[in-house]
């Protein structure tokens, strides 16, 4: 819902809303929350609440500082699998420390900064995502296992895909919340599962992506499941991927996807890090059509940028290295940079490559094939350096 904080109160009021859960995240973008009672809903609207984020990564980081939450009303949804009577709502929050002063890791707030910059230079940006997950069996005392809940193919319908059930439960559940999937399906994975998201402005869509790991999780462990969004969970199987679409519109109406895509494959070594933050991350590149190689295509949907119409009839750009560990905000606000760095240095957009095989292709450069040179890609570029806070550097950089 959208509309004033007196407007919310009513609402909560009427609806007989019991417990607010304030969510924020973390610098690498899981969520946290603390939930507050309706009668300290209005301080949170005034002041904030604070709250101790010293164990938290990267928030606080233990600097003595104190953080204040501060709810965005129009970021409230219902929790549908908790109590009918007695709801309980969420809301997601600007971090600020206690003087009114930005918290530099709030990356959420990041991701703001990113669009206001995009809108004072002319242009708007929107966002798809697309979620791979896999479904393992828990054991008999409740502990995850690495047991695929199935030995399904890709789109496999049941009754070899045993995920159906609970895809469609985790989609009706979003759509509930005010997300509106547009497809789910089970991937190539035993026990692997994917939901795509429509368009939606980088706030929302970033929301969206952190709701969905949620509920997901949520729902997978109400049917005895364990959910896992690991780049790599099985060895010598699909990895999960987050495929980021963006799309572009320059309010001269003029087409930009070319210096979009120049943009992206420009900076992408340097951003690399934090689209793939962890070891296991960099396992999937060049395996089972996840990308290897900084080359695009309109014809090759494997490369690490695709090329496409979209059901609007309008081209936009897939990104394909980033896996679901990737901070969204985090990861939008960056793509969001470095397509306005194509746009306003007029990167050259290389050939395309529609090949399959890539390995004869040696003057096409590679991903960072591990953590390591991911960092120093990081630290090393002039693109990383101007647009994230040295203190988030400093944390997905160091060893």
Not at 296 to 304: C, F, I, T, V, Y
Request: hydrophobic share 35%; aromatic share 8%; glycine share 6%.
């Amino acid at each position: 819902m959208t509309g004033t904080e007196q407007e919310l109160m009513t609402y909560i009021e009427e609806e007989d809303v019991k417990f607010i859960r304030l969510a924020f995240c973390d610098v690498y973008g899981v969520q946290k929350n603390i939930s507050i009672q309706r009668s300290e809903l209005s301080r949170a609207f005034e002041k904030g609440i604070a709250v101790d984020t010293s164990d938290i990564f990267g928030i606080g980081g233990g600097n003595g500082k104190e953080i204040r939450l501060h709810p965005e009303p129009d970021t409230i949804t219902v929790l549908p699998w908790r109590p009918e009577h007695g709801k309980v709502v969420r809301m997601f929050c600007t971090l600020t420390y206690s003087d009114g002063s930005p918290v530099e890791t709030d990356t959420r707030a990041l991701l703001h900064k990113a669009v206001r910059y995009a809108q004072s230079k002319g242009y708007r940006f929107n966002f798809k995502s697309e979620l791979q997950f896999y479904l393992f069996k828990m054991d008999d005392n409740g502990e995850n296992t690495k047991i695929p809940y199935d030995n399904a193919g890709y789109m496999d319908i049941a009754p070899l895909d045993k995920g159906e059930n609970v895809r469609r439960e985790i989609c009706l559940t979003l759509e509930q919340m005010g997300i509106k999937p547009e497809s789910s399906h089970h991937e190539a994975g035993p026990g692997q599962n994917e939901i795509d998201f429509r368009y939606a402005d980088p706030i929302t869509a970033a929301d969206n992506t952190v709701t969905f790991l949620s509920v997901v999780r949520t729902l997978a462990a109400r049917n005895g499941l364990h959910a896992d969004f690991t780049p790599q969970p099985l060895k010598g199987k699909a990895g999960s991927a987050l495929h980021i679409t963006v799309s572009v519109k320059a309010n001269s109406g003029e087409d930009v996807t070319d210096s979009a895509i120049a943009g992206i494959l420009y900076n992408i070594a340097g951003m690399t890090v934090f689209l793939n933050p962890t070891a296991d991350s960099f396992q999937r590149f060049g395996k089972h059509k996840a990308p290897q190689y900084i080359a695009w295509s309109e014809k090759n949907r494997a490369q690490l940028i695709s090329a496409r119409i979209n059901e609007n009839g309008i081209r936009c750009a897939q990104l394909r290295s980033p896996d679901p560990e990737a901070n969204p905000y985090l990861a939008y606000a960056l793509m969001i940079y470095a397509v306005l760095d194509g746009i306003d240095n007029q990167r050259a957009l290389p050939e395309p490559v529609d090949e399959d095989v890539l390995q004869s292709q040696s003057e096409t450069k590679e991903l960072p094939d591990n953590l390591e040179k991911a960092r120093t890609e990081a630290k090393t570029s002039h693109f990383i350096q101007r647009f994230v806070p040295t203190s988030v550097i400093r944390l997905y950089c160091a060893d």
